[in-house]
């Protein structure tokens, strides 16, 4: 595989056409040291199931890890760390990997209970999990998906599951994009799996899934997300740190350049199903082909709205993410307009007072929902509430 090629294999046996993707891909070409040590990062950002849009199918990484397995790889493991705000165990039961890891006998390394180290990463030092340093190749495994802040998440952004609870708050502060973009230069993707089965469009949190039955390989990771760009309908230049992590060399954002490769397992699977194969004349060679037009996902900007009702200030991705979903709850049931302010969130506004906030760095707010963060339901419960308040005034 090179790499200024994207692999995308379509399907619903997730595990199997994960393995025939990599095949494809000759994964194991790559790996030289066939002892050395592979670390496996998923997306588990919350105790969410992969079935609702946020995090990584567990039937991928079997499939990725049988696949090593089959070609004499054998020191394995799998690490990730939630975002701040929930417990990686809690994800890791709710996500399936501790049967997973159970399984295939394979650690799970959770990075929130993790020391770390400094590391200059072209020029800013970031502080990344200690398990990194002992890793050889690094797979990273993310699910294509919106995100409230940054519009996508993908390859570069997942990595930041390897960094400290208090790094990650240290991300936001900086604002996100520049410390994404030089994490790409302080943690080397050696492979990127990416999970395109069903993310969710707008939230990084899930709950409103597009299936797609997908999932795609890659080997650069500014590639990956500059493809993901395009899927979701935004231009390279609305995600910055992508032009960013190209600036300082971790890849390349030239889709003119790339060649995408599909696989439609799917229609062989869908003949199969009818009781037919054998008509159909087709070996799995050639279901690959170079992509026509890419696949049409649906325009999805609900969080361009709800973000016009708030004013943000280096706040975490668990606090935002939590606060749009109860702000599309609140639009849904007609009662978002009726707000009479703008709703203020983040480590900017600490020590600071104002109208009405939300987390625990508002507490000096005439109005705010503690917790840090508070679940997207006290939020809601919150906001309802408070405008309730507001209609029982002016009636």
Known sequence: ????????????????????????????????????????????????????????????????????????CSNIVLMEGSWVGDKTSEAIGVCGYDVLAKEYGVPFIDTQKEGAYAKDCAGLELRICDCVRDVDFMINVPVLKGHCQTRITCALKNMKGLLPNKEKRRFHAMGLHEPIAHLAMGIRQDFVVIDHICGDLDFEDGGNPVVRNCVMAACDPVLADAYACRLLHYDVAEVPYIKMAEALGAGSANLEQAQILTCRRDVLESLEAQGHPAETGLEKETLWFLEGPDEELPLSRRTVELRDAVEEVESCSACYGYLIPALDRLREEGLLKKLDDKICIGQGYRGRTGHIGIGQCTAGFAHHVAGCPPTEGQIYEFLKEYIHRIEAKES
Request: charge should be positive.
């Open 1 to 72: 595989m090179k790499n200024n090629q994207i692999l995308k294999i379509y399907g619903t046996d997730y595990k199997e056409m994960t393995a025939e993707l990599l095949t494809r891909a000759d994964l194991l070409g790559r790996i030289k040291d066939k002892s050395c040590r592979i670390g496996i990062k998923p997306n588990l950002v919350s105790p969410s199931p992969a079935s609702c849009g946020a995090t990584t199918h567990p039937e991928v990484v079997a499939g990725i890890i049988e696949y090593l397995r089959s070609g004499g």
